[in-house]
């Protein structure tokens, strides 16, 4: 019995794209923060958790954008969002096992997106206005 099904090959390539998404949107980020070297942000941000909980709880405190962000911004920014939110939702209503996580997480990313854009939309909103 073969492990890698069409399902379970998609799960794995929405991981890749979300994964790759962190990585845009703090790339963006930092950018707008003035930051020095922002593609080193987005390249380290996705390796590894802790410089990425670095930059979201430490780095970014104090650092006003310099301009609100555009929409492909928002659109990664909701990718990482919902790719986040459906992990959760996900490991909590499948088995354990990788395979049956990889195919119920698609399905619990489209369900988190509309959640998502939501969260996005009314955050972005408050942050540029």
Do not use: K
């Not at 930092?30 to 930051?35: D, I, Q, V």
């Not at 954008?65 to 929409?71: C, M, N, Y």
């Amino acid at each position: 019995m073969s492990l890698l099904t069409p399902a379970v090959a998609f799960g794995a390539a929405l991981v890749l794209s979300v994964w790759l998404a962190s990585g845009v949107w703090v790339n963006f980020d930092a950018h707008a923060r003035g930051s020095d070297y922002p593609a080193v942000w987005g390249v380290l941000a996705p390796l590894s958790g802790i410089v990425l909980f670095y930059y979201l709880l430490w780095w970014r405190r104090g650092r006003s954008r310099e301009w609100p962000p555009p929409r492909l911004e928002r659109a990664t920014a909701t990718v990482v969002i919902a790719g986040l939110g459906g992990l959760v939702v996900g490991s909590l209503v499948s088995p354990p096992d990788p395979t049956s996580q990889l195919t119920t997480w698609p399905i619990a990313f489209a369900g988190c997106l509309p959640v998502a854009h939501w969260v996005v939309r009314t955050r972005f909103d408050a942050v540029a206005g």
